[in-house]
Each structure stands twice: as structure tokens, then as C-alpha cells.
């Protein structure tokens, strides 16, 4: 299990995600945005969907980013949803995809209001997204591949 790793539950299931198995393809914000919603922290809200329509989403990831087990099974992972943030923010490039950024910060936005972003968010770097600053996947659909990274 990686540090980023995190597990949400409601108590039906206990979804996993795994950071670095991300494409960020876009299927589960696209078709379930009330439970993947990349724009909010924590951005998987198990809270917000039918169960069975979650295991669905969870099902097409074309990565193994998103899996589930039945149960809740955060108590046997240490409680990785709630786990602490590390103490330096981190940013991952990801290769023609949106910056990463791991830890507690405040976004600044231009009209000066701000955000407290916990956790893990993806700020786009195409230039394209219809939800910035953070990347909502279009970067795929328009074929992002900068001359490095
Ligand atoms: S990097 Fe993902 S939409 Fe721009």
C-alpha cells in the first residue's frame, strides 16, 4: 500500500484509491459526479450514491485506481481516509496529465477567496479544463502531451 493510497466507506463497501493507478480518464466523475467529485474534499463521498451504482463506476475505472470490498474494512487499513496529510506539500507531474498536489494548503484564487485543500488534488496544466484550476480530465480527450513531462 502506497502512502497516497486512501479508503472510504459506507459501511456497504469500502472503496480504495490508489493515486499513482490514476489516468485520470474521467469515468466515475463524468457518470457519478455526486460520489467523485474531484472538485471536493475528500473527493469520494460514498455518502452521495446507491451502493450498487458506486461498485458499477468502481468496476470501469480502466485502472485498478478505484476498487472496493464489501464491508468496511477502513479499520483494518488504520483509517486511511482520515489519514494525516504528510508535512510537506508534494507536487507529481503527472506525464501528459495534471500536477498533483499532495498535503494541507490554501488556494488563493485571483478574486482573493480561498480554499483549504486537504488531502490529495490534481491542478490542470492543459490549459483546457472546464472546472479549473483543477484538472476535470479533458487533458485525455484533447490528447495533452507536452514536449516533456
Ligand atoms: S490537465 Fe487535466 S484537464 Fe487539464
Known sequence: MD?????YTNGEITVHWKSKEC???GTCFREL???FDPSRRPWIDLSQGDTEAIIDIVERCPTDA???ERGDKT???GGTAAAA????????IM????ILAEGNFVLVKD???EQEIKSITSFCRCGVSRTMPFCDGTHNKQGFSPDEY
Request: hydrophobic letters at 30%.
Open 111 to 113: 478574486d482573493g477567496t
Open 95 to 98: 506525464r501528459n496529465g495534471p
Open 3 to 7: 502512502k497516497n493510497d486512501r479508503s
Open 23 to 25: 489516468v485520470h480518464a
Open 85 to 92: 496529510a504528510p508535512d510537506k506539500i508534494k507536487f507529481n
Open 33 to 35: 459526479r455526486k460520489v
Open 75 to 77: 479499520g483494518e487499513l
Open 66 to 68: 478505484l476498487t472496493f
